[in-house]
Structures are given as C-alpha cells and as structure tokens.
C-alpha cells in the first residue's frame, strides 16, 4: 500500500543536542509537509516542500530546518532542541494541494 | 482571521448510540473541507472529505458528513458508535480561500462507555 512513513517513531534527545526526524512516502506526491503537535492540541504546520520549493511559515523558529533530497524523502532538523520542542512531529503528503495524507508521527522527548 | 470551530473538546456516548460532531468555519465559497481521527499516539488518519458535488459525503468506518453552506458548517455523523471509536477528531478546513493550507479545529475527543 501506498503510505508515509516516519522514523524513529519515538526518539529521546538531550537538551541542544541536534536530532534529525525522517520522513518518506511511496505516494509519489510532490508536496510534503512537516507539523509540531503538542499535547491536546491540534496540528500546527511548521514548514512544507512544493516539489523543491521550501516554504516556511512566517512563526516558526530558526532552530527548525528541513531538507528534501529527492520527491521521497523530507528531513526535519532540529538545530538545538529545548525542552518546549519535546512534541508529537507530523510529515504529511500530498498531490499538489489536494488532500493530504499523514504519517504515524515521530513523539520526541527531549532530557 | 480564518478559522474553524470544534464547540464539542469532549464528547461521551454509549456504545451503539448515535453520534454527531459539530464542526463550524468561518470563511470560504468554496472551501475544502476534512475530518480526520487520531488514536493516541498515532498520526491523523482521513476519515472523508468534500469538495463539490454532492453535500452528504460517505466516509471510511462509516461515517458521514454534511456540508451546509448556509450554516458554515460539516458536521460528521454516525449512527451506530463502536468502542473502537474512542480518539480524537479534527476538522480542517483547506483550499485556496485558505492559503492552500489546513486550518485545524481545536479538535473533539470522542470517549465511548459501554
């Protein structure tokens, strides 16, 4: 089955220790999007890839980054996280900017 | 500023019983509109959606939703609850009124007692 896949699905970093959160998709889609989502909260979009084009929204902090290799793949980097970034992180997918389709998530704890 | 409310942020029904979410938007001709569900733990998984055509949409699990233009609203319904569905429910409403973005709803926790 086509799907979005994030690894790890749990990943434990130290406070200012730079950790890397992946993501990939088999959906051929050309949109790939990444999302913060803290407890009791809803999805909050930090950033997203329109084929190689890098859009990031205006609030979201420096200390986030993201690459896209290829149409597969979306890296998250966080730069130096605190311990205000220990969140569930969410890729999601889609065909330009028709429905989009998410992956488990990746639930960062940060020491 | 646009957005989309969720009124409901708990819900409590018997299993078998009917349920509905409420969900309400505040801009847009023509928007798209989303419900997902979320286990705990889990990503966001589609339940339905719509974006013309007919406004009674059927979706995965056996859920419906109606859009009603006059009111703002899609509602998402089901008649009969299974345990199975205890989670939380977001709306979302996107398109190009939206900045071609999803703007979530507060999102509706869903508890099913037996």
Redesign the interface.
């Known amino acids: 089955d086509a799907m979005?896949i994030?690894n790890p699905r749990y990943q434990v970093t130290q406070f200012g220790k730079p950790v890397t959160l992946s993501c990939s998709q088999t959906l051929n889609h050309n949109v790939m999007y990444w999302y913060q989502q803290k407890s009791?909260?809803?999805?909050k979009?930090l950033f997203h890839y329109y084929d190689k084009d890098f859009n990031n929204e205006a609030d979201t902090p420096d200390n986030f980054q993201s690459r896209r290799p290829n149409t597969s793949f979306c890296f998250l980097d966080i730069r130096s996280p605190g311990l205000g970034d220990a969140a569930?992180y969410?890729c999601?997918t889609s065909r330009d900017?028709d429905?989009?389709?998410?992956?488990?998530?990746t639930?960062l704890t940060v020491l | 500023a646009q957005s989309v409310t969720q009124p409901d942020i708990h819900i409590t029904v018997s299993e078998g019983a009917s349920l509905e979410l409420r969900c309400n938007y505040s801009y847009g001709a023509t928007p798209y509109l989303?419900w997902?569900v979320q286990s705990p733990?889990?990503?966001?998984?589609?339940l339905l959606?719509y974006f013309s055509g007919d406004t009674l949409v059927q979706g995965i699990k056996g859920f419906e939703a109606e859009f009603k233009r006059s009111q703002s609203s899609f509602n998402l319904r089901k008649p009969s609850v299974h345990w199975s569905d205890a989670a939380e429910y977001?709306c979302a409403v996107?398109?190009?009124e939206y900045g071609?973005?999803?703007v979530?709803?507060?999102?509706t926790i869903l508890r099913v007692k037996s």
């Open positions: 979005v994030q009791s909260q809803a999805p979009l569930m969410l999601a900017f429905t989009q389709y998410f992956g488990p998530g639930r | 989303f997902y733990g889990q990503g966001l998984q589609l959606k977001f996107g398109g190009k071609n973005k999803l979530f709803g507060a999102g």
